[in-house]
């Protein structure tokens, strides 16, 4: 399968502890987005990288919140002291290289639900 | 900011009919439109993409038309099947990519 994956599929935690979350997108993919997305909801836009530079961040996203991704391939989103608000699911997707009109398609994963207790 | 509205919040249709969803966009002036597909559980899939210059776009029994004067995208599925249950988003790119809240597309048989 060459699409994008992430780990785990379903985290449950207890409010106040940390999680961290990854994603290994399409290999030729320079661009990787990180979503949030609840009940109802279309998606919510947190986070974007280039390769491995971190391009956009969101203003929702608080400091709690935290993304790298190291060498340009996979990603990790980090949530520290979470809080039932942080109860979602949370997705990833990749990009490939543009022509320089930032049309950005992507193709997402299939997400890591969140649950804090 | 840049904001998404969609009409429907769910739309049910009977099958072999067409149904139709909307897209308006507030705040942002967006040189291409996208939507997606998201069945349960699972992350959307890209359908469509068009641009500011573009009228109409077509792929098989779906059309998407983008009116720059009323600021919206119109999503068109021909001939429907129970298949095409899903919900569906409408996104653009301002400062961020921004999805709206979606429609949920019932169809049925």
């Known amino acids: 399968d060459t699409g994008v994956s992430q780990d785990p599929r379903h985290k449950i935690t207890k409010r106040g502890q940390n999680v961290t979350f990854r994603c290994d997108p399409i290999s030729e993919h320079n661009r990787l987005y990180w979503y949030r997305q609840t009940l109802g909801q279309g998606p919510e836009f947190l986070t974007y990288f280039q390769n491995e530079a971190q391009l956009e961040k969101s203003r929702l996203l608080s400091d709690r919140f935290s993304a790298e991704r190291p060498k340009g391939s996979f990603s990790t989103l980090e949530i520290q002291r979470t809080e039932q608000g942080d109860s979602a699911m949370y997705l990833c997707?990749?990009?490939?290289?543009?022509?320089?009109?930032?049309?950005?398609?992507?193709?997402f994963g299939p997400g890591t639900r969140l649950t804090v207790l | 900011s840049q904001k998404i509205e969609q009409n429907s919040e769910a739309l049910n249709i009977q099958e072999g009919k067409t149904a139709t969803l909307t897209c308006n966009y507030t705040n942002y002036s967006p040189a291409y439109l996208q939507w997606y597909r998201q069945d349960p559980g699972r992350g959307p899939v890209f359908l469509l993409l068009i641009r500011e210059n573009e009228k109409e776009k077509r792929k098989e029994r779906l059309k998407v038309t983008f009116d720059t004067t009323l600021k919206q995208s119109l999503f068109h599925i021909t001939a429907s099947q129970p298949a095409d249950s899903a919900t569906y988003l409408c996104a653009c790119r301002g400062q961020n990519f921004v999805f709206g809240p979606g429609t949920r597309l019932s169809v049925l048989p």
């Open positions: 997707a990749s990009s490939p290289r543009g022509t320089g009109k930032r049309e950005d398609t992507q193709y």
